[in-house]
């Protein structure tokens, strides 16, 4: 588990400490565990799956994926955090978002992905999502009281998925251009086919 039970910074402490981590050097995860230790409450919500038997989070058959993460966010005690204490949070996780948002797209192409999401930064920048994992629960300890991580990630791809950052890249410029080509190429083959037609008609009517 990342850091201690400690109290949720301020929207300005969160981003100056933000900017520090900017030039520190990623260092791993820490593990941490699937069981819940004895010492924290079942409002803890440990997992996910907690969410759904907790009726405060207000967790339903369409949203069970999609906890909302300013009621199911708590402290060490199990008391929800303040909607201040939620807002410093998601200060810092715009914060990182931009951070994020810098990473140069890969030098292959990206196939189904058109929006910079969870998705799209778990696939082609895994350390890079996992480094703002742990700078978000640096940030905010509550964040880490989980496994594993489920909270950070939750409130982290919530915030990309709120966004409009769509993936451009020239791997989906030269995309771009093998559709044009394979457009025309179909449409080249319909107007063969529609003479080929057409010439057969003119043969049955000269019998």
């Given at each position: ?30 593990p ?69 948002w ?26 890079e ?22 909270k ?34 179909k ?19 000269r019998?």
């Amino acid at each position: 588990m990342s850091g201690s039970p400690a109290a949720s910074l301020t929207p300005s402490d969160s981003i100056s400490q933000l900017h520090s981590w900017s030039s520190q050097v990623s260092v791993p995860l820490r593990p941490q565990s699937a069981i819940r230790p004895p010492q924290y409450p079942l409002k803890i919500l440990w997992t996910l799956e907690d969410c759904r038997d907790d009726p405060t989070v207000n967790v339903t058959e369409a949203n069970k994926s999609h906890p909302l993460m300013e009621r199911a966010v708590c402290h060490a005690d199990g008391h929800m955090v303040s909607t201040s204490e939620y807002n410093a949070i998601k200060t810092s996780t715009r914060m990182i978002k931009l951070e994020l948002w810098q990473l140069q797209p890969p030098n292959r192409k990206v196939k189904g992905i058109k929006r910079k999401t969870k998705t799209y930064y778990c696939a082609y920048h895994p350390a890079e999502w996992m480094d703002a994992i742990r700078k978000l629960e640096e940030l905010h300890p509550v964040l880490a009281l989980c496994n594993p991580h489920w909270k950070a990630d939750h409130v982290l791809g919530n915030s990309l998925l709120a966004s409009n950052d769509p993936l451009t890249c020239n791997d989906d410029e030269e995309d771009d251009g093998e559709d044009d080509q394979l457009l025309s190429s179909k449409k080249q083959r319909h107007r063969n086919k529609r003479e080929m037609k057409e010439h057969g008609k003119e043969k049955e009517k000269r019998k």
